[in-house]
């Protein structure tokens, strides 16, 4: 089998879209759909999958997958039951930046990335202990992506208006 890294770039060299990670849309495999925005509007493109990711488990992917879609990061939480580090993992990847174009807000994803670091750094009660039923065992306070304010500047590849992070 070809390595994924040489199918990427013969898709890019053929000028077929190749549409980033997103917790509400990618699957455990790579998926077509068509683009609704931004200037490849209207094409096929590739979705990548969610079943690539480095230290997800089999069982978060599953959990993932059969949860979506998800509305906030603690709603994911709640329902999905990841671990700190994959939603760290996730949130270096790209894949709730849906979520932060969905509620309007003006962090980004590093300061995203560094409210994780924070929780994960400041460690509050582990899994089966003390948690009562219904409640996160990540502690996520006020912080969510539409009422946050940027801390980081944006990269100079952020694109507003798309999905295709080509």
Known sequence: MYPK?????????????ILALDINRSQAEYRVERVTDGPDAGKLGIRLSL???????????K??????????LADLR?????SKPSIKRLAQLGAFDSLHRESGG?????????HL?????????????DIMDGQLSLPL????????????????????SGQNWT
């Open 106 to 114: 003006a962090a980004n994803r590093a300061d995203l990335v560094q």
């Open 117 to 129: 670091q924070q929780l994960q750094a400041a460690g509050g009660t582990r899994k089966g202990l």
């Open 63 to 72: 959990r993932i997958v059969a949860g979506q879609p998800y509305d906030s």
């Open 78 to 82: 709640a329902r999905s039951r990841l």
């Open 141 to 160: 306070g006020t912080w969510s992506c539409g009422t946050s304010s940027p801390g980081f500047p944006r990269p100079p590849w952020w694109k507003t």
């Open 5 to 17: 890294r040489l199918l990427v770039a013969e898709a890019r060299r053929l000028g077929i879209p």
């Open 51 to 61: 079943n690539g990711i480095y230290g997800l488990s089999g069982t978060e992917l």
